[in-house]
């Protein structure tokens, strides 16, 4: 007697033979489908180029302090510090020795700014220093200060008055 499952059997054994044998027919030489490395990664654009924002000014960047002028003579003390600017904001950090050594000068001051004709406009958002007792003063937020800044090879120089600045090298 044939059942109706042995009538199907030729049949259903060829398709499943038929299936299994497909990938072993397909081109072993086939190449895998390509995967990402980091170097596939879409670079994003340089600030000056993402829509909306102003062109990059010329003073951001990040600056190194390299002499300290005082009374138009460089300071014969070493003095370290950092500058960075950026489209809003600049940050300072200074230190210099004082007349005691275990009492640095310090300065740490987070500002907005915004250039105007020939100085730039700072707003204290966050200040501090300290002064030769080591007393430290608080820089009251939200006041103003015009600064006259002047970009020089290679750097940048922040001027107190016409006998004081500082002068530093960008870095980045």
């Known amino acids: 007697m044939v059942t109706p ?9 060829g398709l499943l033979a038929g299936l299994f044998a497909a990938p072993l027919l397909q081109d072993p030489e086939k190449p895998a489908p390509p995967v990402a490395s ?8 340089a600030a000056s180029e993402v829509p909306g924002r102003p062109p ?8 190194e302090l ?10 014969a003390l070493p003095s370290h510090g950092y500058l960075a600017i950026t489209q809003r904001h600049l940050f300072l950090y200074l230190a210099a020795p004082s007349l005691d050594p275990a009492l640095p000068l310090v300065r740490a001051s987070v500002r907005t700014w ?17 002064d030769q007792e080591g007393v430290v003063h608080l820089e009251r937020p939200g006041t103003e200060e015009p600064r006259r800044l002047e970009l020089i090879r290679g750097g940048l120089r ?13 870095v980045e």
Not at 56 to 63: F, K
Not at 158 to 170: C, S, T
């Open 38 to 45: 980091p170097t596939a990664i879409v670079q994003q654009p």
């Open 56 to 63: 990059r000014h010329a003073m951001e960047g990040v600056y």
């Open 5 to 13: 499952m042995m009538r199907c059997s030729p049949w259903l054994g």
């Open 114 to 130: 915004q250039p105007q004709k020939e100085l730039v406009r700072t707003t204290i958002k966050l200040g501090w220093f300290t």
């Open 158 to 170: 922040v001027l107190q008055d016409e006998r004081n600045w500082l002068e530093f090298e960008r």
């Open 66 to 75: 390299r002499r300290r002028v005082v009374n138009n003579q460089p300071h």
